[in-house]
C-alpha cells in the first residue's frame, strides 16, 4: 500500500516476490496491492501479469483487484484487455460497484469503443444494482462524442 502511494510498483512487485520466496501465500490484499501500484505507475502490463499469477495460484481476485486492473488499462489506453478483464469479472460474477464500472467505462471512452461503454453502464444498472456516477457518465458519453454516435448520448442524458 505505502508503495502505490508512492508509485513504486518495481518495489511493491520485489516484496510481492519475497512473501514468495519466504514460503508465504499471498493473499487477494497483498495481489490488490501490488496491481494497485502497478496502475499508479502506468504499468498496465505489470498489473496483468499479477492478475495471471493469481490465477495460477488459485487466489480469486475481488472487485478491489479488478478495479485496479480496469484502471490501469485505462491509463494505459489498453481498452481491449480493459474489455477482456471486464467479460473475466463478468463470468467469475464478480459484482461491479462505482469504482470498478468508472474504470471500466474510462477504459472503453479511451478506445471510443462506445459500444462497450454503454453496455457496461447499462449493465451496472441492471446487473450490480450500482449506481454510475458523474464521472462514468461523463466517460461514456466521451465514447459516443469521439465514435460521433449522438444517439446514445442523448440516450444516456435522457437516463
Known sequence: ???EEGRRWRHALQLLGRLQADALAPNVVAYSAAISACE???E???AIAVLEEMGGRAVDPNVVTYSAVLSACGKGDAWQVAVAVWQEM???QVR???ISCS???SACAGGSLWQSAVALLEEAWRRDATAP???TY???LSACERAREWEPALCLLGD
Open 103 to 105: 474504470a471500466a467505462v
Open 90 to 92: 463478468r463470468e467469475k
Open 1 to 3: 500500500s505505502a508503495c
Open 133 to 135: 456516477d458523474l464521472r
Open 44 to 46: 498496465w502490463e505489470k
Open 138 to 140: 461523463t466517460a461514456a
Open 40 to 42: 499508479k505507475g502506468r
Open 96 to 98: 461491479m460497484n462505482r
